[in-house]
Nanobody
């Protein structure tokens, strides 16, 4: 299965973007899906996660209250709504899906988000 991300771009501080991550197979089943990001010279960090069983979500402290993770099970697509963006949110954003049963991780190719001050 492939994960295809879209929605990145250049935005001014205070603006919004919505990232999408679509699975190539409609029957792909996951335990959890998440968004990570990696800024230049920094380690990849978890931004938000949503658990498939109960739909519970969790966020990094730096984005809590500004970002919202969600998923559309019918279309096997995950989203990250990012509001009140800050320059420090600039990074390549990756989606991750943990496959049900095998717990194999599947990564998207990444999408660049740049926030100008």
């Amino acid at each position: 299965v492939q994960l295809v991300e879209s929605g990145g771009g250049l935005v001014q501080a205070g603006g919004s973007l919505r990232l999408s991550c679509a699975a190539s197979e409609s029957t792909f089943s996951t335990n959890a899906t998440a968004w990570y990001r990696q800024a230049p010279g920094k380690q990849r960090e978890l931004v938000a996660v949503i658990y498939s069983g109960d739909g519970m979500t969790d966020y990094a402290g730096s984005v809590k209250g500004r970002f919202t993770i969600s998923r559309d099970n019918a279309n096997n697509t995950m989203y990250l709504q990012m509001n009140s963006l800050k320059p420090e949110d600039t990074a390549v954003y990756y989606c991750l899906a943990i496959e049900s049963g095998s717990y194999l991780p599947h990564w998207g190719q990444g999408t660049q988000v740049t926030v100008s001050s």
